[in-house]
């Protein structure tokens, strides 16, 4: 094999293959060579959804000393009663009769994430130094040494380096919580195959490249890191590796040496995205990722053709002359009836970082012009466009189903201090238009802008209160200053002030392994970062309490009106688990509160005993006894803890 290309762990993309390996391999075929594809982080995933791990994990539900400890092995023992479902669904999509497919993928993430806990993969680090130094140490760590994860990967990279025997291999590292298990990827390779050519490439590559360059573990295990797009920087590397181009012609590339040296690329690449063709994914496993659907993606550009956002590492970037490139609307066309050709799945995700929804409408009726029925999503603004009924109303029956949204709040203050480019007197209507037209809005929320005041705050937070039934929530992050951002660049025009070490900034409070990672700052007249944490996360506490479910995290319910039910029982789900009594809350009053766990939705629900009470019975149900019980049975209902029942018979008693 020519090449070989991996995309490692962690990461949270495995709803669907990451875009850069089947772009890459794409190109690289279209042009000759032969290329491996292999998305090392779902394939770890299906690893280590391990009955014997598990076992162990679930041991400790009985012993466990402490709630979290508790938890986990609830997790795992719920994983364990159902683990030939999960695997069958998530490998091949098999039916899953007792947890249905929603459920089924939810188990399967939480039960993948158990066995990463406390993992080297899984470190959140603090600087680059920290890093480096414990990558070193875990490429000369013995393998027995190794944490079960760790272990596990190294497994799969040597399936991957036998099955392929390549010339060469490229590195894809998208998300920053892909850098150590890439690097440690890298010097696996370079200790088996010393000879073997390593090429680092992706967005952290691109925003990192100094720091990395500079780095031991890379320097003495890594050749070239690809600071452009990679397609053709990996098609040019493999004619030079095969003596047809000498080196000086690999454009994007930056040459690394054991001693330090460096050299800095010779060219950019002429490559235009025009002639850049559909995404490959043959050697993927399209039908094996954490969804309850198959779906997998491509983009409509390259860039962002707004780019202006201060905070955007990847949009700013387009800023330059040249640096934006959109399909035409048939190239588009075309690439959405070769995914469906090639693959048999006909629902795409459009992962550009703003839309153009104009050209995405417009490839889409050529799509349906040829006969094909297409359903798809896109990440975009609230875009003007979004404000006519007929425009919302042509692009779901065209198939769109669902937006991704970035939520920056509604003081147009803080809009335009940020260059959004959009208006907020414009956001309601938006909302309206989507829902009327039935398209799914999940918005990723941003806290921490500049010099937010808490009134400003508490009006973004009420608006998103009103319309809480329009939209889902994909996250919640503070704003982060990245690398390669207009925000980085100048600071001070925005009142920012970056602090003098080299520690990280990110959100390890919010986001998985921390999310995006940054410089830390502060805002002068702004808030310091504890009180915009306390601001989101106390806002993200209310859009889950406006969404109508059950709390969050160990809390009594709160008082608010909630429908009356007539139920007297409710018997949970079976992967719901009672904890000890040990684990009893006490409240203000001295009334005590039990806990129970869904493992499915990652809560733990509180039920006050003077309200709510749990059969004798190993499995029975919950059983109210007051109004308020039966209120707060009706709200586990609501949130698919189990089903309400009436009332059980005398012999099973309850228990305190």
Not at 336 to 349: K, M, N, Q, W
Not at 514 to 522: I, K, M
Not at 589 to 613: C, I, N
Request: charged share 25%.
């Amino acid at each position: 094999m020519d090449l070989l290309l991996l995309f490692p762990p962690l990461t949270e993309a495995t709803l669907f293959p990451y875009l850069s390996l089947p772009y890459l391999a794409g190109h690289v075929r279209r042009s000759g060579y032969s290329a491996h594809q292999v998305d090392l982080s779902i394939e770890l995933v299906h690893r280590l959804l391990d009955g014997p791990a598990l076992t162990r994990a679930a041991a400790a539900l009985d012993e466990a000393e402490d709630l979290p400890t508790w938890y986990r092995a609830a997790v795992a023992d719920a994983a364990l009663q159902h683990l030939g479902e999960i695997r069958d669904f998530v490998l091949t999509k098999d039916p899953a009769p007792r947890l249905g497919p929603v459920r089924a993928v939810r188990m399967a993430r939480q039960a993948a994430q158990l066995t990463l806990h406390d993992s080297a993969l899984s470190h959140v680090w603090d600087d680059f130094d920290q890093l480096d130094r414990s990558v070193l140490r875990l490429s000369e760590s013995p393998l027995d040494s190794l944490d079960f994860a760790t272990r596990n990967l190294h497994a799969l990279l040597t399936e991957a380096l036998d099955e392929s025997a390549p010339r060469a291999v490229g590195i894809s590292v998208a998300f920053f919580s892909q850098l150590a298990p890439a690097l440690l990827i890298a010097r696996w390779i370079r200790r088996r195959h010393p000879g073997m050519p390593i090429c680092l490439g992706g967005q952290q590559v691109m925003l990192r490249h100094g720091e990395l360059a500079a780095m031991p573990s890379v320097r003495t295990a890594v050749d070239a890191l690809c600071v452009t797009a990679g397609e053709e920087p990996l098609e040019r590397w493999l004619s030079h590796l095969t003596g047809n181009t000498p080196r000086s012609d690999v454009p994007g590339m930056r040459w690394l040496s054991p001693e330090g040296d460096t050299t800095a690329p010779t060219r950019q690449p002429t490559l235009h995205f025009k002639d850049v063709g559909a995404p490959d994914y043959g050697g993927l496993k399209v039908h094996s990722y954490l969804n309850d659907t198959v779906v997998l993606s491509m983009v409509s550009c390259v860039g962002c053709y707004w780019g202006r956002c201060i905070f955007c590492s990847y949009g700013n970037r387009s800023l330059e002359r040249g640096a934006y490139q959109q399909a035409s609307p048939r190239q588009l066309a075309d690439a959405i009836r070769h995914i469906v050709a090639s693959t048999g799945i006909d629902f795409v995700t459009v992962v550009d970082e703003n839309t153009n929804l104009r050209l995405l409408a417009r490839a889409m009726r050529l799509v349906r012009e040829s006969g094909l029925r297409v359903r798809f999503n896109t990440r975009n603004r609230l875009e003007p466009i979004l404000l006519d009924p007929a425009f919302c109303k042509e692009l779901a029956a065209l198939g769109c189903e669902g937006m991704a949204v970035g939520y920056e709040g509604v003081t147009q203050r803080l809009l335009d201090k940020l260059d959004k480019g959009v208006d907020a007197a414009d956001f309601q209507a938006i909302l309206d238009n989507l829902a009327a037209a039935d398209i799914r809005v999940n918005l990723s929320v941003m806290g921490g802008l500049l010099d937010e005041t808490e009134e400003e705050a508490e009006e973004s937070l009420r608006f998103l209160e009103r319309n809480r039934e329009k939209f889902a929530v994909d996250a919640f992050e503070l704003m982060v200053a990245e690398p390669q951002t207009l925000l980085l660049a100048d600071p001070q025009r925005y009142g920012v002030v970056l602090d003098g070490d080299a520690s990280f900034a990110d959100n390890r409070e919010l986001n998985y392994l921390g999310g995006r990672v940054g410089r830390r700052h502060t805002v002068v007249g702004g808030p310091e970062r504890p009180e915009t944490l306390q601001r989101l996360k106390s806002g993200m506490r209310r859009i889950s309490a406006a969404a109508g479910g059950p709390p969050t995290g160990a809390g009594e319910a709160p008082a608010h009106p909630h429908p009356p039910t007539n139920y007297q029982a409710l018997r949970p789900h079976p992967w719901i688990r009672s904890a000890p009594a040990r684990f009893d809350l006490r409240g203000p009053g001295g009334g005590a509160s039990s806990l129970l766990a869904d493992p499915v939705r990652e809560q733990v629900y509180s039920l006050p005993k003077d309200h709510v009470t749990r059969s004798a019975a190993p499995g029975g149900p919950l059983i109210a006894t007051s109004a308020h019980g039966r209120s707060l049975l009706g709200r586990l209902a609501a949130a698919d803890v189990g089903f309400l029942c009436d009332q059980p018979p005398p012999a099973m008693r309850p228990t305190r």
